[in-house]
């Protein structure tokens, strides 16, 4: 296995990611708090303060219980042990019904963190919204395709994209959100044709979550590539490493040896 070598040295900008499209693949990867964002530091070009932490950390059933608070402590973690990557707040579910609401909210993301930009989940009917913030200097990046948010107000999640009328409607999302001033857009769950032809029809980046090969750049939840979340195994995610059994080996060799007096010997003793 190669030594990976942290490439990026230079503070990613929301014009570095847009300037990325057709080039470079973009690579995202979720991050809750310093520590592992440090990790990732200089090797991602975005850290994305994901509202699934209210899943991973949290352990909740979904994304919705999430709130503005919970939110700002992780984004305020990130920014301290993150540097480099251009870093992302999702705003979680509620935080953007309205104009008013969505304005709010965004400004105390950027007064009260050192996110560089905010993520909404909808399609054109956000796209207002959108237009809001982004006429207000908020950087924005859109969600379109399966959206986690609407999981209880869809039944399910649902994979989109599977036929000519589903791929014009996200289509039509996204040129919506694209002209509403947004800077990048996660295409999440969605066929890989469809997303390719997503990815054609804007000239923002899309960003790809189980939608095949064919999109600008691609995020991963950092819980689930690494091993760490159990409960479930979405396809498209790609297992780089067994977290939990790399833990659990390592735990299971402290218990043992405290259990036998094995822990702490002379060599971490005073
Ligand atoms: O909350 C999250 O981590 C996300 C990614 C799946 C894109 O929205």
Redesign the pocket.
């Known amino acids: 296995m190669s030594i990976h070598t942290p490439k990026i040295q230079k503070k990613v900008t929301v014009s570095t990611i847009k300037n990325m499209k057709g080039k470079e693949p973009i690579v995202m990867i979720?991050a809750y708090d310093a520590l592992f964002a440090k990790l990732f530091d200089g090797s991602v070009e975005i850290i994305?303060v994901?509202?699934?932490?209210n899943m991973s950390f949290s352990g909740k059933p979904d994304?919705l219980s999430a709130n503005m608070e919970l939110m700002l402590y992780h984004t305020r973690a990130v920014c301290n042990g993150a540097k480099l990557p251009l870093i992302v707040i999702?705003m979680p579910f509620g935080s953007y019904t309205s104009k008013e609401l969505a304005i709010k909210n965004s400004i105390r993301a950027y007064r009260e963190t050192d996110a560089q930009a905010v993520?909404i989940?909808g399609g054109k009917e956000r796209a207002e919204i959108i237009k809001t913030l982004t006429d207000s200097s908020v950087a924005v990046m859109g969600?379109i395709g399966l959206m986690?948010q609407f999981v209880r107000s869809e039944g399910g999640y649902k994979v989109r994209g599977k036929d000519e009328e589903d791929i014009q409607k996200l289509i039509e999302d996204a040129k919506a959100i694209e002209e509403a001033g947004a800077f990048a857009l996660?295409v999440?769950g969605v066929k890989p044709e469809a997303a390719k032809r997503i990815t054609e029809a804007v000239s923002i980046p899309t960003i790809g979550?189980g939608a095949g090969i064919h999109t600008d750049g691609q995020?991963l939840?950092w819980s689930d590539m690494f091993g760490f979340f159990e409960d479930f195994k979405p396809k498209f995610v790609k297992r780089y490493l067994n977290g939990a059994k790399l833990v659990r080996d390592a735990l299971g060799e402290y218990v043992d040896d405290v259990k036998n007096r094995r822990f702490p010997s002379s060599e971490y003793s005073y």
């Open positions: 979720t994305l994901g509202d699934s932490l994304t999702d993520k989940e969600h986690p996660v999440e979550i995020v939840v």
